[in-house]
């Protein structure tokens, strides 16, 4: 079974990492501060928002989700070899 890969967490943890306060996340983004709560709340999001985000925060969040892709992909296989 995959792990689901939860990128409002991810955004929220790397955010905090940064000392960039929601206020200051909405204004970068042009969002209302009230929706950045809810995007740390998102399991998934559109890449046009994501790529605003990255900017943002200067982290580039499609290679962090693309290896906690792999890295899923991998421990998934693993266990799936080991139970044979």
Do not use: C, W
Not at 51 to 71: C, H, K, M, P, R
């Amino acid at each position: 079974m995959k792990e689901k890969i939860h990128i409002g967490a991810i955004i929220k943890s790397i955010a905090e990492k940064k000392n960039m306060k929601e206020v200051q996340l909405a204004k970068l983004i042009n969002r209302h501060y009230s929706d950045i709560p809810k995007i740390f709340k998102r399991e998934s999001i559109s890449t046009d928002l994501l790529l605003s985000i990255s900017v943002a925060l200067q982290y580039d969040f499609f290679t962090e989700v693309y290896g906690e892709y792999l890295n899923n992909t991998l421990q998934n296989s693993a266990k799936k070899n080991n139970n044979e």
